[in-house]
């Protein structure tokens, strides 16, 4: 057996003895969707934090936000000084402003509503990408993931990317990921995950299991 396929043995191994508990998670992601347009807010800030940074550190500082009233009402300099724990503050403290104003109608948000009105996921991705500071396709991805709409999309953090590599899909991770090579390693991963019979957000979070021992966002 070569190298790669027994990591795919191993993954499928890994599979069945966690599925309940992903599953779990992943209909709790469909709940963020049904809820506040608070909620689905802090789900997107936290994907704006999480480049360079811990997942963990980012949604502490987003809930640190939303207990002190700043995610929706703090000036760029109050946000900044609650991100201590994330790389970049200054920038995305900026990012959030940017993002809070693009989803206000009104004085109100309205996040949940502009996110409907697309007639898919992958449209409502490349809308995010063009329209919403700091935000490329694995944050969008991510974003969209986390509120129940991500079934069919890679999120391509360093985990992932990594793990792809173990399996031969890619030759080596890249630097830079361009739309093309981003679209294009997301299908190589679509199709394997199809021959595993696994579906996209559960085989992210199966892959962020085998490298962390946790499920988490």
Request: glycine share 4%; hydrophobic share 40%.
């Amino acid at each position: 057996m070569s190298r790669e396929s027994s990591y795919i043995e191993e993954i499928k191994n890994l599979y069945p003895r966690i599925k309940n508990k992903i599953n779990k998670r992943l209909e709790e992601f469909k709940k963020v969707r049904k809820g506040s347009d608070e909620a689905i807010f802090a789900e997107l800030v936290f994907c704006i934090l999480t480049p360079q940074s811990k997942a963990k550190s980012c949604w502490k500082a987003v809930e640190i936000l939303r207990k002190k009233n700043l995610l929706l009402n703090g000036e760029r300099n109050e946000i900044a000084e609650e991100l201590n724990m994330v790389r970049f503050r200054n920038k995305k403290a900026f990012y959030i402003i940017s993002a809070r104003s693009q989803f206000l109608n009104n004085g109100k948000l309205s996040i949940k509503s502009k996110i409907e009105k697309f007639r898919n996921p992958i449209d409502a991705r490349e809308w995010l990408v063009k329209n919403v500071k700091g935000i490329g396709y694995k944050e969008a991805s991510h974003f969209l993931r986390n509120i129940g709409l991500g079934s069919n999309m890679a999120i391509l953090d360093r985990h992932i990317l990594k793990n792809l590599k173990l399996f031969k899909i890619i030759d080596s991770i890249p630097q830079n990921l361009s739309r093309k090579k981003y679209l294009e390693i997301e299908e190589k991963m679509r199709r394997l995950s199809g021959k595993m019979g696994i579906s996209m957000d559960c085989f992210d979070l199966l892959l962020w299991y085998k490298e962390t021992g946790e499920i988490f966002k």
